[in-house]
């Protein structure tokens, strides 16, 4: 390149083949180096503000880029939308990371603007509508999000994000069996999508039970060891989740056929109870000394496909713990342990399970922990409130709680239970923490609209 002072072409190609490698720093200094050379192209502070966006979560900078477009009026042509659409984005991304009120509230205001505009300007784009969408389901205008999520589907009927997000305005609404059969339909198209998976354990959990969703966990683990046996892994499956760009960097990777992923069933099958706690924990002892036996070889391969597993592992200890099955969801939190010892979500199902045993200065511990890593975790804060209040020490869990509040104002669970810790302390106004709770838990999905990922 040293050679090529000023060639475009060969800057431009530089930048695209610095993006298809995955790097991602580099390839936004190439991208604004092409943009100097070109300021009046559109497309090249797009192309930076797509990777900010994407890859670095360089919110403030993909506005910059974003806005650089949008000041060039109708002079940026067909762009002009996808320039405000990458604004909203920016706006709506910074919205959820905000962790105080007002600045969540004004980066919101700001996103529906924003998003409002690339609408008006190509009502016709399917993305800008299903983004349309999302962000007015966050800020928990259903109805509104729903019209708008229509128009989506009308214009792209097959598309995966907005198929998700249709199942989780449903649940908002309550409607468990429609989103369940929206999910199912998604799921035929897109067999081994994850996000799709886990948000179909948390509507089967809501309709059936526990019991029934670890079923679909258990599936999920064979459908993940299936996706990801990379000495089995086909160039050729467009169905999986795994990004087609990204199949080539994990299919080398060579690892034992011998490797069965399992959920635990510590039950003894003859008398339908636990087994006695000698033989519990000699099976316990055997599976994790066979875990142990392929843990250095489970962290080869992009780190997404390990939090993936790490993802299914917590959920079914999650629903083991729902269950009263409490050395199986010890078995599950320690496999994800084992991916993942420093992971705040690993030290919170560990937490919570200590707190379910009764270990509350342990439960304490844990999650003390996991607040050192994530200070702004809803469910830590969540859990450590509620364990302070149990425990006696109110003022605390109060204090605690309202964080929670400040943090996550949409949580109908924190409204909840700072109630709680404001009525144990007979306070007049946890009543309207109560109804708080109550307006906010009857728009609340099956899990948060922020796992629809938003990216240009």
């Given at each position: ?23 991602w720093?580099s390839?936004?200094s ?9 300021p ?7 192309l930076?503000?797509?990777v900010?966006?994407g ?6 900078e993909?506005e ?17 939308p ?7 984005l ?14 969540r509230?004004?980066?919101?205001k ?16 399917a ?12 800020v928990?205008?259903?109805p ?15 598309d ?5 997000l ?7 609404q ?7 059969d ?10 081994d999508?994850?996000?799709l998976?886990?948000t179909?354990?948390?509507l ?15 599936d ?10 990379f ?21 080398p ?16 099958a ?29 962290r080869?391969?992009?780190s997404y ?11 079914s ?7 009263g ?11 994800a ?13 560990r ?5 379910l ?23 830590i804060?969540?859990?450590?409130g ?17 964080d929670a ?14 109630g ?23 728009s ?13």
């Amino acid at each position: 390149m040293k050679f090529s002072f000023n060639e475009f072409h060969l800057w431009h190609q530089l930048g695209l083949s610095l993006m298809a490698a995955k790097k991602w720093v580099s390839a936004v200094s190439v991208f604004k180096e092409c943009s100097m050379m070109r300021p009046e192209d559109p497309s090249l502070p797009l192309l930076a503000a797509k990777v900010c966006i994407g890859h670095l979560h360089w919110f403030e900078e993909a506005e910059a880029f974003s806005q650089r477009v949008v000041s060039m009026g109708e002079e940026a042509g067909e762009f002009l939308p996808r320039a405000y659409l990458a604004l909203g984005l920016c706006f709506s991304l910074q919205a959820s990371r905000a962790t105080l009120k007002a600045d969540r509230n004004e980066f919101n205001k700001r996103a529906l603007k924003a998003l409002n505009k690339a609408h008006s300007l190509d009502p016709h784009d399917a993305q800008i509508s299903m983004y349309l969408a999302l962000q007015l389901a966050l800020v928990r205008q259903v109805p509104a999000a729903m019209e708008a999520l229509q128009e989506a589907l009308s214009l792209q009927a097959d598309d995966l994000n907005s198929l998700h997000l249709l199942t989780l305005l449903l649940s908002a609404q309550k409607h468990h069996r429609h989103a369940l059969d929206i999910l199912d339909l998604a799921l035929s198209q897109h067999p081994d999508n994850f996000n799709l998976l886990l948000t179909k354990v948390k509507l089967e959990e809501a309709l059936f039970g526990p019991a029934a969703a670890l079923q679909t966990c258990e599936d999920m683990l064979h459908r993940w060891q299936s996706c990801y046996d990379f000495s089995r892994l086909s160039d050729t499956d467009d169905s999986s989740s795994l990004p087609a760009a990204e199949k080539s960097e994990v299919s080398p990777v060579v690892r034992k056929a011998s490797i069965h992923l399992n959920l635990p069933d510590f039950q003894d099958a003859s008398i339908g109870s636990l087994s006695p706690p000698s033989v519990a924990a000699s099976r316990l002892e055997a599976a994790f000394s066979e875990v142990s036996e392929v843990s250095s070889s489970r962290r080869q391969g992009p780190s997404y496909i390990w939090t993936t597993l790490e993802s299914i592992w917590l959920q079914s200890g999650e629903l083991f713990m729902a269950d009263g099955r409490l050395k199986e969801a010890q078995f599950c939190i320690a496999e994800a342990g084992l991916l993942f010892p420093n992971s705040h979500c690993v030290l919170l199902q560990r937490g919570r399970l200590a707190e379910l045993r009764g270990q509350m200065n342990e439960a304490k511990s844990l999650y003390d922990e996991a607040l050192a890593i994530h200070p702004a975790g809803e469910r830590i804060l969540l859990h450590m409130g509620h364990l302070l209040v149990k425990t006696g020490r109110v003022h605390l869990g109060e204090k605690v709680l309202r964080d929670a509040v400040q943090m996550h104002s949409t949580s109908h669970e924190a409204w909840s239970g700072l109630g709680e810790a404001l009525q144990a302390l007979n306070h007049s106004e946890a009543s309207d923490c109560f109804f708080t709770a109550l307006e906010l838990e009857a728009s609340c999905p099956i899990r948060p609209f922020t796992i629809i990922p938003r990216e240009l």
